[in-house]
């Protein structure tokens, strides 16, 4: 999956950012052709190979913090 490593992010998750999935906070939000995602550290493990699959980008990745 492609990163924007070197980068400082465009932006900070805040609480108002939630998974799309299930409405948890979100920690990562990724990019495809289509627009782009929130997901929760727990989605976004479970769906990481299918994001890379479709060639997606992480924006920003904030489950370290």
């Known amino acids: ?16 950012d939630v998974c799309d999935r299930c409405s948890a906070r979100a920690k990562v939000e990724t990019v495809m052709q289509g627009g782009s995602l929130l997901w929760c550290a727990h989605h976004f493990a479970s769906f990481q190979d299918a994001l890379n699959a479709f060639g997606a980008t992480v924006l920003v990745d904030e489950r370290r913090r």
């Open 1 to 16: 999956m492609k990163a924007s490593l070197g980068k400082k992010p465009a932006r900070s998750l805040t609480s108002a």
